[in-house]
């Protein structure tokens, strides 16, 4: 409940970045208002990538114990259909961070750039709030 309240209100104000855990985007009601009010970006990478960089698991309560890349690989499959509804999928897998960053501006630009067939009243709306929300660490 807290949870879906922060987020209510974080999506209520404009022009931000907001880092979502993985979990967020799961329950219902935060997807749609993520895919409603911002531009949903999902940064993934491969189940052995994300293991070496979520290190030693000691801030991720979800993967301590043993097997950890069986928890990652569970815990992205549990995922995988809400995950599925970003509005851009970005594999990090390969890339730097300066290449995330490259790909997600040209993302936003893509879909916040004015079509020939948007009214003016639309891409006002479209502007005023351009939050980019995206999964966490990935």
Known sequence: KVEKEMVREVLGRDEQVIAAGGGAVVDEEN???FKERSVL??????????????????????????????K????????????????????????????????????IHRLTAPSPSSSPSRERNRKKNPSLSGRGRG
Do not use: C, F, M, W
């Open 31 to 33: 997807l749609n208002l």
């Open 41 to 70: 970006i999902r940064l993934t990478a491969s189940p052995e990538i994300l293991l070496k960089r979520a290190g030693t698991g000691s801030e991720r309560p979800l993967l301590k114990g043993n097997n950890r890349q069986n």
């Open 72 to 107: 990652i690989e569970e815990l992205l499959g549990q995922r995988e259909k809400s995950y599925a509804q970003a509005h851009v999928n970005i594999d990090t897998s390969s890339l730097s961070v300066d290449e995330v960053v490259e790909e997600i501006i040209k993302a």
